[in-house]
């Protein structure tokens, strides 16, 4: 979950946005794929923020507008949408084209995984796409350079391990944080006497397993 929903989009958007640490060996003016810069920004967030009505309501919550709220508490299943689901779409004709066919490898490959029901041939799929992507963001974006190697980050190499963990736990709805994510805010929800918070989360536990 937290993979996928927070550390690859803490990446990837302030990488287009421009806003990404910069060494100062190096130069923002090069940074070819930082697109998400003025005016092309806000129109973004707008396409974002008109998209809602047209989301099933079975999607819970929709992406809000990111120029005006990506820094206000944006959650994870917002982060979610918004790159595997919208950018593909908001993002085509903005980004240079290599950099764009390069994101779609990884929604698709993110797009398989998150299935309920996975055939062997497309986990084969994922895992090829994985690699494609992780291979391809090091030409494409850290380029072999040392003032880039921040680039690099650990989230980036851990998609490599994706498949395999599907193929020896399941789908990744079977061991995301989501449901527990969902459970808590529901017990806490639940609780309605917080001066007391332990003894009513167990009576609420009691009461479940009923």
């Known amino acids: 979950m937290h993979l996928l929903s927070l550390n690859i989009p803490d ?7 421009g806003t990404f640490e910069c060494d100062k060996d ?8 930082a697109v998400l810069v003025g005016d092309i ?30 820094n206000s508490g944006y959650k994870a299943w917002e982060f979610t949408l918004l790159l595997y689901g919208l950018c593909v779409i ?11 066919v390069h994101f779609c490898k990884l929604v698709r490959a993110v797009r398989i995984i998150s299935q309920h029901h996975i055939t062997q041939t497309e986990l084969c799929i994922a895992a090829r796409l994985f690699i494609e992507f992780i291979e391809e963001f090091e030409d494409l974006y850290y380029q072999c350079r040392m003032e880039r190697i921040h680039f690099m980050r650990q989230s980036i190499h851990a998609l490599r391990h994706y498949a395999t963990e599907v ?26 006497q917080p001066s007391k918070p332990y003894e009513n989360l167990s009576q609420r536990a009691f009461r479940r397993a009923q």
Do not use: A
């Not at 990446?11 to 946005?17: M, S, T, V």
């Open 41 to 70: 920004w806000k129109e973004f967030g707008k396409h974002v923020e008109e998209s809602t009505p047209h989301l099933p309501g079975c999607f819970d919550r929709p992406p809000r507008n990111p120029e005006k709220k990506i």
């Open 26 to 33: 190096d130069n923002k003016y090069t940074w070819t794929w």
């Open 167 to 192: 193929q020896s736990k399941g789908p990744l709805i079977c061991s995301s944080q989501w449901t527990m994510e969902r459970t808590i805010g529901n017990l806490v929800i639940e609780m309605r």
């Open 90 to 100: 908001f993002l085509h004709g903005v980004l240079p084209n290599q950099y764009w």
């Open 11 to 17: 990446l990837l958007i302030p990488l287009w946005r």
